[in-house]
């Protein structure tokens, strides 16, 4: 199946310092992008949706300037945690979908802010 | 009316056993359930999917079944395995390919 590979699987930053996740379609092209955040025991919350080449579509609720997503390429979307804070410590997942209906997951990077 | 619901929250099933998840849904716009399979520290891995125009799907020991009249669909899962301990996901989207999660069952087998 479709391979979609997130960076880095943990990372730990310290408050006020911006972090960058990256989401690669492996062996397809995306033409969208979501970003997810999960807190524990929880269902995935859809943060943002990335087109290639287009602004994100961000969900209400989720502040724009704080997590800046880049979706620079059919391949690549990033995710960036601006002055992060400790509350901004979760299990972010992003996802890929091909041409058809099936969207593939990364294996997710947990980010704890200290 | 976006909402899908998911039952139960939680399941324990014995080794052998059949595990039954369910989902309910109102919005008939929604053309495409699948289910997702998510290990703890993981990102979600589809397992299988649907759409409304069949009653029925099977995929080795996983099967769904869709009841388009009563909006419901529902994941069986046959001869479950402790491997099969995992949280389960259904989901829906229509035309816009975005994704309506159900809140998770957390399935564990019991050896």
């Known amino acids: 199946g479709a391979v979609v590979s997130q960076h880095p699987s943990r990372v730990i930053c310290k408050s006020g310092t911006s972090v960058k996740i990256e989401c690669r379609s492996l062996?397809?092209?995306?033409?969208?992008m979501f970003w997810y955040r999960q807190f524990p025991k929880q269902s995935l919350m859809l943060m943002a949706t990335?087109?290639?080449?287009?602004?994100?579509?961000?969900e209400q609720g989720v502040e724009k300037d704080k997590f800046l997503i880049n979706h620079a390429s059919l391949t690549l979307s990033t995710l960036t945690v601006t002055s992060a804070h400790p509350e901004d410590s979760s299990f972010y997942i992003c996802?890929?979908?091909?041409?058809?209906?099936?969207?593939?997951f990364g294996e997710g990077s947990w980010l704890t802010v200290v | 009316q976006q909402q899908v619901k998911q039952s139960p929250q939680s399941l324990i099933v014995q080794k052998g056993g059949i595990s039954i998840i369910n989902c309910a849904y109102e919005?008939?716009?929604?053309?495409?359930f699948p289910w997702y399979q998510q290990f703890p520290g993981k990102g979600p891995a589809l397992l299988i999917a649907?759409?409304?125009d069949v009653s029925e799907k099977k995929e080795g020991r996983f099967t769904i079944s869709f009841n388009k009249s009563a909006k419901q669909f529902s994941l069986h899962i046959m001869d479950s395995q402790p491997g099969d301990s995992a949280t389960y996901f259904c989901?829906?989207?229509?035309?816009?390919?975005?994704?309506?999660w159900g809140a998770g069952t957390k399935l564990i087998i019991k050896p």
């Open positions: 990335s087109n290639e080449g287009s602004k994100a579509t961000y």
């Open positions: 989901a829906a989207s229509a035309s816009n390919y975005q994704l309506i």
């Open positions: 649907i759409r409304p």
């Open positions: 996802s890929a979908r091909d041409f058809g209906r099936t969207l593939y």
């Open positions: 919005n008939t716009a929604f053309d495409y």
């Open positions: 062996d397809f092209q995306a033409t969208t």
